[in-house]
Each structure stands twice: as C-alpha cells, then as structure tokens.
C-alpha cells in the first residue's frame, strides 16, 4: 500500500469515529441493515480483543415477532421495581421494545473459559465488540445507539430472556436509519483523559 493509499485510509477511517454519534432509538426507523450487512457487522464484532480466546460475551438479537414478548417483559419489570406505576408508564416500558428496526442485547459471561479472566476484561472485550460494529454501522449509513436500565437487572427480566446465572446483560443495541439527529456534543479535549505517570 503507498503513502497515500494509508493516508486515505487513514482519513476515512478517521471520519467514520470523528461522525459516530448516539443516537436515540426513537429516533432510529426503517430500514435497518439488511441480513447480508448484520453479518458484516457481526464479523466487524468478532475482531474484538479477546484474552485467550474465551468469546465471553454474545449479542441476543430480538427479532420482530418477539417484541411484543420484550414489551411484556418491561412491563413486568417496572411493575415489580414499582407496584403504584400508572398505566401510562407501564405502556412507556412497553414501548422500549417497539423501537428501532435491529435491536439486540449485549450479554457477558463470568464463567465461560479460564475463570481467571477477570470479569472487567470480559466487559472490556464486550464494548470493542459493540464499538466496532457500530463504527462500521456509521460507515454503512446507519445510526446506533446503547441504552440500558433497572429492567436489564430485574429477576423476571433475566428469566424471560433465559440467562444463566453467570450471564450478565449490559445494554441494549439500537440499530436503523436516522430520522432526527441532535447537534453533535463536543467530544473531550486529549488533555482531559491522558495523563504522564510522574515520580
């Protein structure tokens, strides 16, 4: 590759994190990756480090004929967290799960391969996995966003979705096209999260 075949690819891909921003799901419609881009994406996903190879986390895909499902599970979840909620928030919590065209949940495992990786390495992995599929989700044109909550954690919440035990689910991925963006938020100066170790 000659200097200026690395030098554009190097501004490219510079581009495609400079643009990544969140995006709220409300904000995120049809149409979402097609099968043959969410595999692309799955495999940008795979290149995450990962410690001896363990593969400690997994992305739960909710496909459209269980969101309804979902739904149910948010309501049981915020019942259980609040037994006075009105039925007006319980239609809200029902309505997490209508949006956004590819919706998954992010899931890491304490216990899988060599119990000695600690389990902030396991995390750590997880997010390069979810940052790298949504850097290329950015580069394909679509939006993502991470969402999370008291109802990932909620006994019912876990059940319904069948987690083992060691089996923690960390966020919610959003995937789709932009309907609305909001001004990008400026990102944090270099100096404010680099640091020299000093005697």
Same mark, same amino acid.
């Given at each position: 590759m000659s &200097?200026?075949?690395?030098?554009n690819q190097l501004l490219m891909v510079s581009q495609v994190m400079a643009t990544r921003q969140t995006i709220l799901p409300?904000?995120?419609i049809e149409p979402g990756p097609?099968?043959?881009?969410?595999?692309?994406? /799955? @495999?940008?996903?795979?290149?995450? !480090? &990962?410690?001896? @190879?363990?593969? !400690?986390w997994? /992305?739960?895909?909710? !496909?459209?004929h269980k969101r309804e499902d979902l739904g149910e599970l948010f309501v049981q979840a915020l019942s259980e967290r609040d037994p006075s909620a009105t039925d007006e928030q319980l239609?809200?919590?029902? &309505?997490?799960?209508?949006?956004?065209p590819l919706l998954m949940v992010l899931i890491v495992d304490?216990?899988?391969g060599d119990p000695?990786? &600690?389990?902030?390495?396991r995390v750590l992995s997880a997010g390069c996995a979810v940052q790298n599929f949504m850097l290329l989700a950015n580069a394909m044109g679509y939006g993502t966003g991470l969402t999370s909550g008291k109802a990932l954690k909620a006994q019912s919440f876990r059940s319904g979705l069948q987690l083992k035990r060691s089996?923690?689910?960390?966020? /919610? @991925?959003?995937?789709?096209t932009v309907s609305s963006r909001k001004p990008f938020k400026p990102r944090p100066e270099v100096q404010q999260f680099v640091q020299v170790w000093r005697d």
């Open positions: &200097d200026v075949e690395k030098e409300k904000r995120l097609s099968a043959v881009e969410i595999e692309k994406l /799955f @495999l940008a996903a795979s290149t995450a !480090p &990962d410690h001896d @190879l363990i593969n !400690p997994r /992305f739960l895909v909710i !496909p459209a239609e809200q919590a029902r &309505d997490k799960a209508r949006r956004s304490a216990a899988k000695e990786i &600690d389990m902030h390495e089996e923690h689910a960390i966020c /919610f @991925l959003n995937v789709g």
